[in-house]
């Protein structure tokens, strides 16, 4: 079996602690500044139900079972918060930021049959601080744990492949592996596992590999750990009501939604090229420079990068082709791509002393880099005080590390090695992010709507007798509920709010939900003098007026 690599095991380290410090200056830093957006306050929810309850195999979202996201994630997060002794934004995020950190020494130690050291340590850096990844690694979402497993089991895959692991342990502990993933996000990490393996067996007519018998093995390895997670799933739900969720959520990709099929053909490559930036930048000596082309010849008889181009083809146009897909789910591909160009890179660092041009190219790269970087700590910084942000002393010395090096690049750069030119890029670029997440921490802070602040408000608001409150609709702004210090029960409609006791019944809907034609009792509201409002504020042009009323006593 072919190895075309080099096995430098030999692990410096300074490597080690390069990772560590990059992981640290570019999560880090304000991790905890940013209330709960996007998909976090659900996965908070959930991880504080859990917490609440002790019940770590019923996801519960506002008094619902939720089941549309295995709970995975939910469990690290109530994991954090329970070692710390606090659910709040620091601690949900900080699962993320292990997990890439993981990431990061998983690329350096499991490329080592292929990549020389400085190859190596190209692909954990730029893994790192890749925008895409920077972007989810520091948020409470289920993205870096499943990018994670995905980049984890399939290299963990191939090089028990080449390695020529008993095929009984390949398959079961691959696909044990694979069982953990599905409780990241169900059938996609499979479903990149198998797109991949197979494809990669088919181009090296070893299908029957993958019709054996240790596959098979496998398989019911695989399917043993399902069956533990879906018999914890039917406490709850019956079966056939848990695969329609699944084919609900397949099919609802295939929609155009608000986008045309040929709007997001032409958009998504250039969204995923922005979301692999600064390192796709590194892959173009290589095309446009003749004399790298034997090179190249050589590179492709890598069995990783055969694997990793493979894995980037096969699963890209799937993605590419339905018009709801969203850049984070090719997220997985982005250490592959960053593998390739780890390989080129050390070509480049072999061809250098006899092509000048490639150290002038990176040289200029970096310069441009730098100065963008300049002008940014520089925009961020004046903006920040025209909106009277408050310049802190980490705000500061963010924004000051970034400059120097910036300016260090600009006047120094002749005098770094070329090998370097990766560790200096991945600080560059990496340290922008804390430094943006900083400053527009402070400024959403400041909004009136701000979801944090709203639900300050209504905390402010409710008596303290007050247990419950109900929320109308389904995670209609989840963002500002999981603030509140009450229990919060998820209703269907109006029609739903419990009438016994009706001086103690709050409720928080918004004035999108509402319907003027009465037509629909769900979304009717009582009658007027049925209830009060205690509350309104303008939350967003989605959802229009927040509205907090409460039941008036004797309403039926």
């Not at 008094?63 to 710390?84: D, E, H, M, Q, R």
Request: positive net charge; hydrophobic residues 50%.
């Amino acid at each position: 079996m072919l190895l075309s690599g080099r096995k430098d095991l030999s692990v410096p380290s300074i490597h080690l602690l390069l990772i560590l410090l990059l992981t640290a200056a570019i999560y880090l830093p304000f991790l905890g500044d940013m209330a709960w957006r996007g998909n976090e306050p659900l996965r908070v929810i959930v991880a504080q139900a859990m917490l609440e309850t002790g019940d770590y195999l019923q996801p519960v979202f506002h008094g619902t079972p939720y089941f549309l996201k295995p709970p995975l994630v939910n469990w690290l997060i109530a994991a954090s918060a329970a070692t710390f002794g606090s659910l709040n934004e620091w601690t949900s995020r900080l699962p993320s930021v292990v997990l890439m950190f993981l990431l990061g020494v998983s690329l350096y130690f499991l490329t080592a049959t292929w990549l020389k050291r400085d190859g190596r340590l190209f692909a954990a850096l730029a893994t790192l601080s890749t925008a895409g990844l920077i972007l989810k690694g520091r948020t409470a979402e289920v993205d870096s744990l499943f990018i994670f497993l995905v980049v984890f089991i399939l290299l963990l895959w191939i090089n028990g492949y080449v390695r020529q692991w008993n095929p009984v342990i390949l398959w079961g502990v691959s696909l044990f592996l694979l069982g953990i993933s599905f409780l990241t996000k169900g059938p996609q990490a499979p479903a990149y596992f198998y797109s991949t393996v197979f494809a990669f067996l088919f181009f090296r007519k070893k299908t029957s590999f993958f019709f054996s018998r240790a596959h098979l093995f496998g398989l019911l390895i695989f399917a043993g750990v399902l069956v533990v997670y879906v018999s914890s799933v039917l406490r709850s739900i019956t079966l056939n009501d848990y695969i329609d969720l699944w084919i609900a959520q397949i099919t609802s990709r295939g929609s155009t939604g608000k986008n045309s099929f040929l709007g997001h053909l032409f958009q998504y490559p250039i969204t995923i090229f922005l979301a692999f930036m600064p390192w796709v930048l590194f892959v173009f000596p290589a095309f446009f420079m003749r004399d790298l082309r034997a090179g190249i010849v050589r590179l492709l008889k890598n069995e990783l990068v055969v694997y990793s181009l493979i894995m980037i083809v096969v699963n890209f146009p799937v993605y590419w082709l339905l018009p709801s897909a969203r850049d984070r789910y090719f997220l997985p591909a982005g250490p592959f791509i960053v593998i390739i160009n780890a390989a080129f890179f050390e070509l480049y660092i072999d061809s250098a002393e006899t092509m000048p041009q490639l150290r002038i190219f990176f040289e200029r790269t970096l310069k441009v880099l730098s100065w963008t970087a300049v002008l940014a700590v520089v925009l961020i910084f004046s903006i920040g005080l025209y909106k009277g942000l408050a310049l802190t002393l980490l705000l500061g010395l963010t924004g000051a590390g970034l400059a120097s090096l910036a300016v260090y690049i600009i006047y120094r750069i002749r005098s770094v090695p070329l090998r370097y030119f990766p560790v200096v890029t991945a600080f560059l670029v990496g340290l922008y992010f804390p430094l943006f997440a900083g400053m527009n921490a402070q400024y959403d802070s400041m909004q009136e709507n701000n979801p944090k602040k709203i639900a300050s408000e209504i905390n402010g608001i409710l008596p303290d007798n007050i247990v419950v409150v109900y929320e109308l609709g389904y995670k209609r702004f989840q963002s500002v509920t999981c603030y509140l210090n009450k229990k919060v029960i998820m209703l269907d409609g109006f029609d739903k709010l419990p009438t016994r006791n009706a001086a103690n019944t709050y409720f928080i809907f918004d004035s999108d939900f509402v319907s003027d034609t009465g037509d629909n009792p769900r979304k009717t509201l009582p009658p007027e003098n049925a209830w009060e409002e205690i509350y309104s504020k303008y939350f967003r042009k989605s959802k229009g007026t927040l509205i907090v009323g409460r039941l008036r006593e004797g309403s039926e």
